[in-house]
Structure formats: C-alpha cells, structure tokens
C-alpha cells in the first residue's frame, strides 16, 4: 500500500473567513519521477506535494538522496515528472512551447551551490550579469540600457560599480555569489530555486548572502525554494518547511511549528542531529542516534518507509501506510496546517486527519 500524499488544507483555495484565496505561485500536486530501466528503478519522488506562496520561502531539508534536487529540477522545468501535476501562477509549465515556454523560464532562475564552478572564470560580472539577456532580448534592448541594469543590480546585491568589469578570480567567494545572485534577478523572475547558496561560504560570509536574499525578498517580493542541509540557516529564512525522506514529503507546516514542535520522528532526529555550541553535554546526550542505513532507493521498504531505523517502529509500521496527522493550523484556525505522515508521531494532542 502506497503511504498517503499529504495535503494542505489552504490548498482547498478557501480562507479562514470562507472567501477564495489566491492561487499559489508554485503548486505540486502527486509528482512523481523515477529513474532507470525495467524492473530496476531508482524513485526519486513519489507523490510528492508542495506549495510556494507569492513573497514567501519554503525551505526543503532532508539527508542527501531525498530527492531534494530531483524536485528543484523538476519546478525548473528540467525533468518532466512521470505522473502527477505542476502549477505555477495557475499554468502547468509542461504544456508550453516557443515563445510561451521562454517567458514562463524567466519567471523561475536558480542560484547555484558553488560560486566557483557556477561561474564563467572567462566572462566578466557585466557579462555574467547579462548573459540571460542574449536570448531574452527584448528585456534590455540596448547596450546603454544593458550597462545601466548591470549597474543597478550590482548596487541591489551589494556590489560597486568598479565591479563591473571585474573577473570571478578576483572575488571572494561571497561576492561571487552575490553574482550569481545578480544573474539570477536580471530577467526580473518570481520565483528563485537556492541549491544550497551558502554551503560553500564560510559563516561570517553565509550571513551576509542570507541578509542579500532576505533583503531582496522583503523589496522586490520574490519568493525562494531554499534547499539546505544546514536546519539553523533553513529556520532563519523560511516562512515554511518542508521534510523529505527517501523521495516523500513526511512532514511540511509553518517552520517555528517543524522545529519546536515536530510530529515525524525523522524530523526529530534531523534536528536533534543539528551541530550547536552547547557545551554542557546536554545535547549530545539527547541526540537521537538512529539505527541503520538509509534504504535504497531501488527497494523502499513497505508501509512506512523510515521505520527500519526509526526508535517507534512496530509490526503496523511494516503493513499499513503511515497516516496524515494534523497538528494545529487548519482552514477554521486560518494558520497554515502543520502535518506529518506518521503511526506513532511525536508529542500530544495531534488528531488523525
């Protein structure tokens, strides 16, 4: 028995009043995508649900192989999913072509892992900047009005105008991010997928670049996929999180609730496993050690799938799919829902939905 998708319950396009609520800038709904051939197929996502509000950061967490960038390529329009639908503003991206398919890609850009290797170490900052201008045109038609956005979207991240002409190899690393950063704001998108941003930087550094897409968040009102492995940097941006594991969503809701409050004992255990400055002993004493390894992808166990390393685990773990438990915010309460996919979740009072 497959494990039940979870839903949110704003989804249904009502507030808490009754009245219709706008529709999402991102929607997934039932996404799958495997990859292989024949009987022996690796599942990257299965049934896989998220929704990105206009202005806000949905942060996406999970221990590498999840599925995590699976997802952002498939919201990037770089692997169509094999079942299942994408929404963006209302419009499944997948149904487009010529000149329709080009202006939806300047709606959605992506700012990569490692400023070094993202980086054309050849091109100048004006050329890396513009590059998206070679096949969008008509956005700054002229080389006057080419130098001044430049100019203008140096300032927006940071940067100076004697940077213009500068090469990657005379930046920081920082900076260079704060290009890519650039690069991905020239065609003006509504949304930006952050493939671990800051991974690469040192800390005071990753401050700084979290403070240039909070800022620009806040002005200019687009919205992020932020991917991380880093649970204090994915709390300090995220309006909303998102868990995976083994290419499912087991737990999403509003972040304060995932992080104080989670339901998924896998959640638990990333955040117990989360590195901290305590050093009274009293949080490696209370890290969750899990047992095992993490499953192939070729063979995911059935009923649910984190119960050969979950500490709750029982014989229904192994039979039965895991059921949506609801925790808190709901259509009536007006809150977005906190929920997980779980026989056993942690904590009191969540009813069964």
Known sequence: MSETPLTDATAAGLRADGSAAPPPLLEVRGVTKSFGHGRRRLTALDGVDVRVERGQTLGLVGES????????????GLERPDSGTVRFDGTDPF??????????????????????????????????????????????????????????????????????????????GGQRQRIGIARALALDPDLIVCD????????????????????????????????????????????????????KVIEHGPTEDVFDRPVHPYTAALMSAAPTLDVSGQAQ????????????????????????????????CAELAPPVVTRDGTADTGRDPHEGLCHFPLGAGPTEA
């Open 196 to 247: 671990e941003p800051v991974s690469a930087l040192d800390l005071s550094v990753q401050a700084q670049v979290l403070n240039v897409l909070s800022e620009l968040r806040e002005r200019l009102g687009v919205s992020y996929v932020f991917i991380s492995h880093d649970l204090s940097v994915v709390r300090h941006v995220s309006d909303r999180v998102t868990v995976m594991y083994l290419g």
């Open 285 to 316: 004493d209370d890290e969750i050690q899990l047992r095992g390894e993490i499953p192939s992808p070729y063979d995911i166990p059935s009923g649910c799938r984190f119960r050969t390393r979950c500490w709750k685990s029982e014989a229904r």
């Open 65 to 76: 192989g999840c599925g995590k960038s699976t997802l952002a390529r498939v919201v990037l």
């Open 95 to 172: 149904t487009l072509k010529g000149k329709e398919l080009l202006a939806w890609r300047r709606r959605v850009q992506m700012v990569f892992q490692d400023p070094f290797a993202s980086l054309n170490a050849r091109m100048s900052a004006t050329d890396l900047i513009g590059e998206p201008w070679r096949t969008h045109r008509d956005i700054v038609p002229t080389a006057q009005a080419r130098e001044r956005r430049v100019r203008e979207l140096l300032s927006l991240v940071g940067l100076r105008d004697s940077d213009a002409h500068r090469y990657p190899n005379e930046f920081s």
